[in-house]
């Protein structure tokens, strides 16, 4: 059973304030590390899915990195804006039958104005 | 657009009644998904459809049930709802082993 960890839980910053956060998973049977943005009332939507140790990905202002070795991923967002307050998710399965994604508990940024 | 729509997106039902929750998608993604998330906590799979074949997770109440008629549907019945299945439901799908792609979720309220 996969066991994803995000920290922090909760997170307020500055109108243009650079920010990031972590996603800790299993490094063993590593298949996939999958980035969501969850803002309320709408479905969570997909940012990065990440899968070669190294891998850096970039979105606009929103980047991340991977690490399959020792399990971690960091998402990064540079000059934060009020749109930019979401729960932001990672997820991860491994490889062969388990299809499913493993969610963290996500973390939830606020951009304050 | 393709997306995947989850309907109501705000059901109260009361202690012991029971109650379903419908998702549909027009990605004709042969892959479904249902997730139960608490507040501040994970997303919690309860089960899914690969094609039709449904794969229960072990910890999933027996009080869940899901029903997918055709590619398209999948519902989620709750037989019995206890105050501690108040939560945000979370229908999703994928193409095999795919990135998600997810309704916009129902909030259940339990009275």
């Known amino acids: ?113 | 657009d393709a997306m995947v729509i989850q309907n109501p997106r705000y059901q109260v039902t009361q202690f012991g009644k029971p109650v379903t929750l419908s998702c549909s998608q027009t990605l004709n993604h042969n892959v479904m998904y249902w997730y139960q998330q608490k507040s501040s906590q994970a997303p919690k799979l309860l089960f899914h459809y690969y094609d039709k074949d449904f794969n229960n997770e072990a910890d999933t109440p027996d009080n869940f049930q899901s029903r997918r008629p055709n590619t398209s549907f999948c519902f989620l019945d709750i037989r019995s709802p206890g105050l501690g299945d108040a939560a945000m439901y979370l229908c999703a799908t994928s193409r095999d082993q795919s990135g998600y792609t997810f309704g916009s979720g129902t909030r259940l309220t339990v009275v």
């Open chain 1, 1 to 113: 059973i996969l066991n994803v960890e995000q920290s922090p839980q909760s997170l307020h910053v500055q109108e243009g304030d650079s920010t990031n956060f972590t996603c800790s998973f299993p490094s063993s049977n590593f298949y996939a590390l999958h980035w969501y943005r969850w803002e309320t009332a709408k479905s969570p939507e997909a940012l990065f899915v990440m899968t070669l140790n190294g891998d850096e990905k970039k979105k606009g202002r929103i980047s991340a990195t991977l690490n399959t070795k020792e399990g971690y991923s960091y998402l990064y967002i540079k000059g934060s804006q009020p749109e930019d307050s979401a729960t932001y998710l990672c997820a991860s399965h491994g490889s062969g039958s388990a299809r499913q994604l493993t969610f963290g508990s996500g973390t939830q940024l606020t951009v304050l104005p």
